[in-house]
């Protein structure tokens, strides 16, 4: 009898043994899954907060780069690579006198009038008609882009300024333009199904709609530039009553390499390289040569064979693209926007008014 109450003394010590056992477990388990919902919930906040400094730092950035542009437009009407707005060093010295506790910040200015105006492929507010200068450009331009692989006959330059017409003109039936434009009916056969716009394009990302624009042309790859780099869907200019007009002209102080090229007979190439590499040259020296003038170019040795319409281009711009990058712990966010100068009718000063603001 005394050996089997010392069986079941035994036996209880086991028990209780393996329940001390597994409540210790489950405490061990819950203080865990306590310090990591803690310690998430503090990374959380942590990374909330970063992220709300970083949409302040971008956003202090958006609109110091806005104050150097108003302040630029009182002084001065031209814009080129020479401008306060246009120089590196200026900026940073702007952004050195904005004070951050800890992270930092770039700011990037570009004229928005440098690049080709998609809307004035067609003449607005009629907008039925080619816009034949423009049409011209848009030839070049894309032929510039032309890679040595085949392509398909509807990403043909000719194939896709018919297709870009009847997308931006404001009819839309079957008098497609020539026979590779394409109006709604063509895109309703597509999956998924959409209709043409029919009007001014305010996204530039909308020209992947079109027929004929692959993602290879828009964005580019294997280190090749897509056209996108060299778009814009801004520069409208008001008309009689409420009707609008897109002029197409470029700045040509500004131009990227692209669409200097598009402004030329392909055989003067060489010269819009040359034209471009001295503008770029001419930012960083105090001796730069004088363009002020929509021929001053003229003047520069070597320039004299280039003949540019002066119906097409400009010497300055009101509309411009911000992007201010913000760093923080590790983290980086980027506001991008594009802004229109304009004067104020009651003060008579400049300021920006924001088109539009994209945060990545």
Not at 285 to 310: H, V, W
Request: with cysteine.
């Amino acid at each position: 009898m005394a050996r089997s109450g010392f069986k079941t003394i035994g036996n209880n010590r086991g028990i209780a043994l393996l329940l001390v056992i597994s409540v210790t477990t489950i405490l061990i388990a819950t203080a865990l899954e306590y310090n990591r919902r803690a310690r998430f919930a503090v990374l959380s906040t942590a990374a909330a907060r970063d992220r709300l400094t970083l949409s302040h730092m971008a956003s202090s950035g958006i609109h110091a780069a806005m104050a150097v542009l108003a302040k630029d437009r009182a002084q001065s009407n031209i814009d080129s690579l020479q401008e306060d707005w246009a120089n590196s060093d200026k900026i940073t010295e702007l952004l050195d006198e904005i004070p951050f506790e800890d992270g930092k910040l770039a700011i990037t200015i570009s004229d928005e009038m440098g690049r080709l105006q998609v809307n004035a492929l067609v003449t607005y507010p009629e907008s039925r008609n080619f816009n034949e200068s423009q049409r011209l450009i848009w030839e070049r331009f894309l032929n510039y882009f032309k890679t040595e692989e085949e392509t398909p006959e509807d990403s043909q330059p000719t194939a896709i300024i018919n297709s870009l017409k009847d997308w931006l003109d404001s009819g839309d039936d079957e008098a497609i333009t020539g026979l590779s434009g394409a109006e709604s009916s063509y895109y309703q056969d597509l999956s998924p199904s959409y209709d043409s716009r029919n009007g001014p394009i305010s996204d530039i990302n909308d020209l992947l709609l079109v027929k004929g624009i692959t993602p290879e042309l828009f964005s580019g790859g294997n280190e090749k530039p897509g056209i996108a780099d060299s778009l814009t869907v801004y520069g409208m200019t008001p008309g009689a009553g409420t009707s609008f007009t897109f002029p197409g002209k470029i700045n040509i102080n500004t131009a990227e390499l692209p669409v200097l090229v598009a402004m030329l007979p392909s055989e003067n190439e060489d010269l819009a390289q040359a034209f471009f590499e001295l503008r770029q040259d001419a930012a960083t020296e105090k001796d730069a040569p004088d363009l002020s003038g929509t021929t001053r170019y003229k003047d520069i040795a070597g320039l004299s064979g280039l003949n540019l319409d002066t119906k097409l281009i400009t010497t300055a711009s009101d509309f411009f693209r911000i992007a201010s990058e913000a760093q923080l712990n590790n983290s980086v966010l980027t506001v991008t926007a594009v802004v229109q100068r304009k004067k104020n009718a009651k003060t008579g000063k400049w300021g920006c008014k924001i088109l539009s603001w994209e945060t990545e």
